[in-house]
C-alpha cells in the first residue's frame, strides 16, 4: 500500500508506463495470506518490485516505449518475471525507457521522458546553479530510467533493467541508487526483447547492495529456454558482514581517465581508491591497452546486431501494422517508419552499412576482433591477480534535460557509454554504487568491475564502501 501511494505521489516522473495496480494488490493479498497461515515464504514474498517495458509479461501490455508494440499483449512471462512470481513477489509495474533501449537519458519513449526524482530533492533546489528554473528538470540517464526512478522515489524494492552498454548502471548512478549487470550468461534474456542479444543481460537495481544480492539469488540460473545460459547450478549467497581487505587487490585502469570526465568525478575516483588502500586493500594502476577502441566497436557490434534484431518488426507478427498497402514492401517500409524513432532507424542504417558485403570484413569482422582483445586486456588483469577493477560510472552528474536535448543524441549517448559498455564488450559483472554527492547536491557514483562468475566477492566489495 504504501509503495504504490509512492508510485501515485510520483506519477509526475513518468517512470511507469502501466501501474499493475490489481496485481498487486492481489499478489499482496496473497502473501499476507500465506504470512498469517505461516506457509514458507518466497525469498521475495510480499516485496514490490518493477520491470522494464521491454520484459514480456503475459497478460500485461509491453511496449518497448516503441509505437511498434503498443498495445502489445505477450502470451508468456520473461522467464526473470516468472521467478520473482514463483517467489511471491508483488508486481508495481511496467518501467518507462528508451525506446527499444536505445539512449542513455531515458529521454527517448513515446510515453514522454522520466524525470530524475533528485530534481525535486531539496539539496538540489538549494544549490542548483543559478537561471535554472522548475521546467529544468534533471535526466534519469538511461535507458533504464524508469527503473531507477522507480527505486529511488520508493515505489518499490527491486527493479529490473536490461543492461547492453550501460543501460542499468548508467541511471542507477544517476538517480542514487545501487545497479547490478550480471556475468553474461547467468541471467535468463528469455522474454526480454533484444536489443544486441551478444551483450543483453537483465540489470538488477536495488536501494543497497544486500538486497542486489538477494535478487540476483531468485534470479540467477540455467534456463532451458536460454542456450546461453550457464549449466552449473547457481548458489544464492547472502554478503558477509566485514571483508578482509588485507587479502584484496583493486586494479584502477589508467585508460579510464576519459576526456569529458569532470573533475568532481576525477577526485572522487582518487579518494575511494585511497580510502581502499587505507583500510589495507593493494590498489595498483593496471592497463587495458584495448579500452579506447571499445566504445567505436560497441557502436559497430550494436548496430549490427540491431539491424538483424529489428527485422523481425515487419507488420505482420507483432504490434504496428500501417494502413499503407501499396505493395508489400511499402507496407514493411510505412510500418518501420510509422512504429520506429529516428534513433531507432539511424542504428538499423548503420547496421546494414556495416553488414554489406563489401563492408562485412572492414567493420563488423573488425569489430570482432578487438572485441576479443578488449576481453583479453581483462583476463590478463585478473590473472595477475587483480580482484576487482575500480573505475567511475559516469562522465559527471545527471544532466538537465534541456541541456541533455540540445546536443545530438547519438553522440551525447555514445559519450554516455565510455565507461560502462567494456564489461558487455567482455561479458564481466559490474556494479555502480552511490558514492556521494556532487557540489550541485546530486547523486555521484563509482562502478566495480569483476570477474567473471565472482559477483559475491564483487558485491562484497561493492559492500565495503556503500
Ligand atoms: N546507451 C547505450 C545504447 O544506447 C545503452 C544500451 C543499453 O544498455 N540498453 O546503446
Same mark, same amino acid.
Given at each position: 500500500?504504501?509503495?504504490? &501511494? ?59 516505449? #516503441? =509505437?511498434? @508494440? ?16 514463483? +517467489? ?8 518507462? +525507457? ?5 539512449? #542513455? ?9 522520466? /524525470?530524475?526524482? $533528485? ?17 529544468? $528538470?534533471?535526466?534519469? *540517464? ?20 536490461? !543492461? ?9 548512478? =544517476?538517480?542514487?541508487?545501487?545497479? @547490478? ?18 551483450? !543483453? ?20 540460473? =540455467? ?45 572522487? $575516483? ?23 577502441? &571499445?566504445?567505436?566497436?560497441? +557502436? ?19 504490434? +504496428? ?47 570482432? /576482433? ?14 595477475? *591477480?587483480? =580482484? ?75 559492500? $565495503?564502501?556503500?
Amino acid at each position: 500500500q504504501s509503495c504504490l &501511494s509512492f508510485v501515485k505521489e510520483t506519477s509526475f516522473l513518468n517512470a511507469y508506463i502501466t501501474v499493475t495496480e490489481e496485481v498487486a494488490l492481489k499478489q499482496a493479498a496473497e502473501a499476507d495470506k500465506r504470512f498469517s497461515q505461516g506457509k514458507p515464504l518466497g525469498l521475495l514474498d510480499g516485496i514490490p518490485f518493477a520491470i522494464k517495458d521491454n520484459f514480456s509479461t503475459q497478460g500485461i501490455q509491453t511496449t518497448c516505449a #516503441s =509505437h511498434m @508494440l503498443k498495445g502489445y499483449i505477450p502470451p508468456y512471462n520473461a522467464t526473470v518475471v516468472q521467478k520473482l512470481f514463483n +517467489h511471491g513477489a508483488v508486481l508495481m509495474g511496467k518501467t518507462n +525507457h528508451d525506446e527499444f533501449g536505445m539512449g #542513455s537519458g531515458s529521454t527517448d519513449s513515446i510515453f514522454g521522458p522520466v /524525470k530524475n526524482p $533528485w530534481s525535486y530533492s531539496k539539496t538540489y533546489k538549494e544549490k542548483r546553479f543559478a537561471g535554472h528554473n522548475d521546467a529544468d $528538470w534533471l535526466i534519469t *540517464g538511461g535507458s533504464s530510467g524508469g527503473s531507477a526512478a522507480a527505486v529511488s522515489a520508493g515505489t518499490c524494492y527491486v527493479a529490473l533493467g536490461s !543492461d547492453t552498454g550501460g543501460s542499468t548502471r548508467n541511471p542507477a548512478c =544517476h538517480c542514487g541508487v545501487v545497479g @547490478l549487470k550480471p556475468t553474461y550468461g547467468l541471467v535468463s534474456r528469455h522474454g526480454l526483447i533484444p536489443l544486441v542479444n551478444s551483450m !543483453d543481460v537483465p540489470g538488477i537495481i536495488t536501494r543497497c547492495v544486500d538486497d542486489a544480492a538477494t535478487a540476483l539469488g531468485v534470479l540467477a540460473g =540455467h534456463d532451458p529456454y536460454d542456450s546461453t545460459t550457464f549449466q552449473n547450478p547457481f548458489e544464492p549467497f547472502k554478503l558477509p558482514e566485514t571483508i578482509d581487505l588485507s587479502k584484496l587487490c583493486i586494479g584502477i585502469p589508467k585508460e579510464y581517465h576519459a576526456p569529458g570526465m569532470s573533475a568532481e568525478i576525477l577526485s572522487l $575516483w582518487t579518494k575511494v581508491a585511497d580510502m581502499f588502500e587505507d583500510a589495507g586493500a593493494k590498489v595498483i594502476a593496471v592497463s587495458l591497452p584495448h579500452t579506447p577502441y &571499445s566504445i567505436v566497436c560497441y +557502436h559497430v557490434l550494436c548496430t549490427s546486431e540491431v539491424a538483424s534484431n529489428m527485422a523481425r518488426f515487419d507488420g505482420l507478427q507483432y504490434g +504496428h501494422r500501417s494502413d499503407v498497402e501499396d505493395s508489400t514492401e511499402a507496407m514493411y517500409a510505412a510500418t518501420r517508419r510509422e512504429g520506429f524513432n529516428d534513433v531507432v532507424r539511424g542504428r538499423i542504417l548503420s547496421g546494414n552499412f556495416f553488414l554489406l558485403k563489401q563492408n562485412y570484413e572492414q567493420y563488423f569482422l573488425k569489430a570482432q /576482433k578487438v572485441r576479443r582483445l578488449i576481453a583479453d586486456d581483462f583476463v590478463k588483469v585478473f590473472e595477475s *591477480g587483480v =580482484h576487482v577493477l575500480l573505475t567511475p560510472t559516469t562522465l559527471g552528474d545527471a544532466a538537465p534535460y534541456l541541456e541533455f536535448i540540445q546536443e545530438d543524441n547519438r553522440t551525447r549517448s555514445a559519450q554516455e557509454d565510455v565507461f560502462t559498455q567494456c564489461a558487455n564488450m567482455a561479458g564481466l559483472p559490474a556494479v555502480t554504487v552511490p558514492v556521494g554527492l556532487s557540489r550541485r547536491g546530486l547523486p555521484l557514483g563509482l562502478q566495480f568491475i569483476g570477474r567473471a562468475l565472482c559477483e559475491e566477492q564483487l558485491l562484497t566489495v561493492a559492500k $565495503w564502501l556503500e
